[in-house]
């Protein structure tokens, strides 16, 4: 039923990729100024200086990513009736997940690399709301199991 626990982490881990789309995941600031320097973005890494954008590196395959991965949590979390699908989505899913979390990590280094490798970058929200949608749909996989064992079990006593 969609009133269940595992439909509010599922709930969660899609409304968390889905914001990581729109939200910075890392940023790099001129120590001397707090004017950004670089910004990775699930659509692009941007390098300005003064202001304009220097260069430009299309990232659009994070906001791929992640828009998948928050598309099969709501797919998982409509599909109730059926515990052993929504299992497989999950697995799917956290598969997903791990890759939006490769790329951005990827992307950061090359970002770190490539401006000013001196000066230390920040993490942004939407680097950690990755991992919290992969920690959210572990959570509601477990609740699928748990209830699905629970019916499991009372099918053996009828």
């Known amino acids: 039923m ?9 709930f969660l881990a899609s409304l968390a990729m889905f914001l ?22 699930a659509l692009d890494l941007t390098y ?30 409509f599909s109730y009736k059926n515990r052993l699908l929504q299992m497989k989505l999950n697995l799917g899913n956290t598969i997903v997940m791990a ?6 990590t990827y992307f950061l280094f090359e ?3 490539m401006f000013a490798p001196d000066v230390e970058g920040q ?10 949608a992969m920690i959210c749909n572990s959570i ?10 629970m019916v499991r079990s009372a099918d053996r006593l009828r």
């Open 48 to 77: 300005s200086k003064d202001g304009e954008a220097v260069n430009k590196i299309q990232t659009f395959y994070i906001a791929i990513l992640a828009f998948v991965a928050s598309a099969i949590a709501m797919g998982s979390l």
């Open 111 to 113: 970002g770190e690399k």
């Open 140 to 149: 509601a996989n477990r609740f699928i199991r748990k209830d699905e064992k």
């Open 123 to 132: 993490w942004r929200l939407g680097f950690f709301l990755t991992p919290f």
């Open 2 to 10: 969609i009133q269940r626990l595992q439909s509010i982490f599922l």
């Open 20 to 41: 990581v789309i729109f939200l910075p995941i890392w940023n790099k600031t001129l120590p001397e100024t707090t004017e950004e320097f670089a910004v990775l973005t």
């Open 99 to 104: 890759a939006v979390l490769i790329l951005s």
